[in-house]
C-alpha cells in the first residue's frame, strides 16, 4: 500500500517525548499542543478520505508495537487480521524524515512467524533518536503510546471531521445510466455555483450545482461536433465571467474552434468559431481564462503556418465577439510540443500569462510569456531549472494560475517527477506522477497529480504530505471561486464498470 494512506505519527513522537520530563502528559498546555497537531494533520491528510478508501483500520496508525508486558487487545488483533490493514512501513523514508526533523529513521528487519499473518510489532519501523538517554525514554513510553493510538487515535480526527467539515465526500455528477463522459473541466461563480462540462462521443455536456457541489442538476447538451476533440486533455473548457458562463471545444473534423454562451448554465447559444484560418486548430489542444469581468483569452496550439505555434484571440465582452488571431509564440526550431496542452490565467494586475511546453534544442521544457493587452506577448521565459532531453512528446501540459500572494506559479512534469515554481523562487519537487494540476483556494495552494490509477494532492505548507484524493481516479480538473475560497475538483473515475464524472469539494 502507499504511504499516502497513513498519519504521520513522528511529530506527536516528539511531542511526547517533549513533555514527558516534566510529567505534563495530561496537562492544558499538552492537551492544546496535541489537538493542534491533530488537527493539522488532520487538515494536511484528509482522514476522511483515508477511511472512505481504506476501511476503517486503515487509520490505527501505530497500534502493534506491544511488548510482553502488554496484552493485545482485540482491536490490534482485529487489525492485524483485516485484509483493509495497512502497516506503518508502507511510509517512504522521505516523508516519514520530513514530520520527525532530527529523528533517524531505520527500517527494521521483518522476522519470519508461523502465524498465518504477519503481526504489526514484525513489520513497523523504528524511530530512533541520536541520544542514549532519549532512547530509553522512548523506548518506556512507546508501548503505553502505541496502545492509546490504536485504541483512540482514530476518535479524534473522525470528531473533528465532524464538527469541523474539513472535506466533503465525493459525489458523482451524472445520473447511473448516463454512460462514456470524459475529461471533465470544472468552473465556479462569483456566487459559488458550480459548472462541469465534459464530453461524451461528439456531444458537449453542462451540469451545474447551487448548492455547494452536494447535488447536481441532470447534464444540459450545449452542442454537438462532426468528431469532437476528446481525451488526452482534449476536450472542452469552461469558465465564468460577470453575467456569462463560456465553454469552448473543437472539431476534429473542421479543425476549428468554437464558443458557447449561457447565462444560466443551460440553455446555450449557437456556437461561434473563432479561429481566423479555417482548421488552424485540428491539433485539438486549447485553454481558456477568465478575469472574472469581462474579458476572456483562449490560446491553442496552431498549424496555419504548418508548424506547431501557439496562438490566441482576446474578448472583452464576455465572449460575445473576439479580436483578430495574435501568434503567442513560434519556437526557434520551427515546433513546440505537439501533444501538450497549453494554459491561461490572467494575473491581479490584467495581464494574461500563457505557458506550454516548448521543443527547443531537443529538450521539452515549459515556458511562460504574458501581455498586457492581448495582442503582443513577451519573450518566452523558461520554467524551472532543469531539462527534459526527449524525442517523443509526453502529451503533458501542466498547469498555470496565480498564488494567493498574487505571483504566478507553475506545475509541470520532468520525466517521471512533478515540479512546481513561481517567478521568484527555484524548482520544488512534489513527487512522482503525471498530468498535474494546481489552484489557489482556502489561501494557499493545493496541488494534485495523477500517479498510476490514483489522484495524489498536497498543500504548500512546509509539514504538508502528499495524500490520496481519489482512487481510479483521472484527468483532473480543479477551479475556485478565488484564492480564499474552497476548491472544487472534478476527474474522470470508473464505478461498477461505468465511466462516470466525480466532483468533491476540498474544504
Known amino acids: 500500500m502507499n504511504s499516502y494512506k497513513w498519519i504521520a ?3 506527536i513522537d ?9 510529567g505534563a502528559w495530561f496537562s492544558p498546555i499538552f492537551v492544546a499542543q496535541l489537538c493542534k497537531l491533530l488537527y493539522r494533520q488532520v487538515c494536511n491528510l484528509r482522514v476522511v478520505q483515508i477511511v472512505r478508501a481504506c476501511g476503517i483500520f486503515s487509520v490505527l496508525p ?3 508495537v ?3 508486558n502488554f496484552r493485545k487487545s482485540k482491536v490490534v488483533r482485529a487489525a492485524e487480521r483485516s485484509a483493509a490493514f495497512m502497516p506503518l512501513h508502507c511510509r517512504t523514508d522521505e516523508n516519514l524524515r520530513e514530520f520527525a526533523g532530527p529523528a533517524r529513521v531505520t527500517t527494521l528487519k521483518r522476522r519470519k512467524r508461523r502465524a498465518p499473518f504477519r503481526t504489526a510489532s514484525t513489520i513497523y519501523p523504528e524511530i530512533s533518536f541520536g541520544n542514549r538517554s532519549r532512547n530509553r525514554r522512548y523506548s518506556r513510553l512507546k508501548n503505553l503510546r502505541y496502545i492509546v493510538y490504536g485504541q483512540f487515535f482514530w476518535l479524534i480526527p473522525a470528531l473533528l471531521l465532524v464538527l469541523h467539515g474539513i472535506a466533503l465526500a465525493a459525489v458523482p455528477i451524472l445520473p447511473p445510466d448516463f454512460k462514456g463522459a470524459r475529461q471533465p473541466q470544472v468552473a465556479v461563480d462569483s456566487r459559488e455555483n458550480i459548472f462541469v462540462t465534459f464530453g461524451k462521443g461528439s456531444s458537449i455536456y453542462c ?4 448548492d455547494g457541489g452536494k447535488t447536481f442538476l441532470e447534464p444540459a447538451k450545449v452542442a454537438s461536433l462532426d468528431k469532437l476533440a476528446l481525451g488526452m486533455r482534449r476536450g472542452p473548457r469552461i469558465v465564468t465571467s460577470a453575467h456569462q458562463k463560456i465553454i469552448s471545444a473543437i472539431s476534429s473534423e473542421t479543425g476549428n474552434l468554437l464558443v458557447w454562451n449561457s447565462t444560466n448554465g443551460i440553455d446555450w447559444n449557437a456556437g461561434v468559431v473563432i479561429n481566423d484560418m479555417k482548421g488552424a486548430a485540428r491539433e485539438g489542444l486549447h485553454a481558456m481564462a477568465s478575469d472574472g469581468k469581462t474579458r476572456l483569452f483562449i490560446v491553442w496550439l496552431d498549424l496555419r503556418n504548418g508548424k506547431t505555434e501557439v496562438w490566441g484571440t482576446l474578448s472583452e465582452n464576455e465572449g460575445q465577439t473576439w479580436k483578430k488571431n495574435v501568434r503567442v509564440y513560434r519556437s526557434p526550431d520551427d515546433n513546440v510540443c505537439e501533444c501538450c496542452h497549453p494554459s491561461v490565467v490572467f494575473t491581479p494586475t ?6 506550454w511546453r516548448n521543443w527547443l534544442g531537443g529538450s521539452r521544457d515549459m515556458f511562460i510569456a504574458t501581455s498586457k493587452d492581448g495582442a503582443k506577448f513577451s519573450q518566452g521565459r523558461k520554467s524551472g531549472e532543469g531539462s527534459w532531453p526527449l524525442k517523443g512528446c509526453p502529451m503533458d501540459g501542466g498547469a498555470l494560475t496565480v498564488a494567493p500572494d498574487g505571483k504566478l506559479i507553475s506545475i509541470w512534469r520532468r520525466e517521471n517527477e512533478i515540479f512546481t515554481a513561481n517567478i521568484s523562487s527555484p524548482e520544488q519537487r512534489l513527487g512522482k506522477g503525471a498530468q498535474p494540476i494546481l489552484c489557489a483556494a482556502n489561501n494557499k495552494m493545493i496541488f494534485i497529480w495523477q500517479e498510476g490509477t490514483n489522484l495524489l494532492a498536497r498543500n504548500d505548507t512546509p509539514s504538508a504530505l502528499s495524500y490520496l484524493l481519489a482512487n481510479n481516479g483521472r484527468y483532473a480538473a480543479v477551479a475556485s471561486a478565488g484564492p480564499d475560497k474552497p476548491a472544487v475538483v472534478v476527474w474522470e473515475s470508473t464505478q461498477d464498470g461505468t465511466d462516470t464524472i466525480m466532483a468533491e469539494v476540498m474544504k
Open 62 to 64: 501505530v497500534i502493534a
Open 350 to 355: 490584467g495581464e494574461i500569462a500563457v505557458m
Open 9 to 11: 505519527v513522528a511529530e
Open 207 to 210: 451540469a451545474g450545482s447551487s
Open 14 to 22: 516528539n511531542l511526547f517525548c517533549r513533555n514527558q520530563n516534566q
Open 66 to 68: 506491544a511488548k510482553n
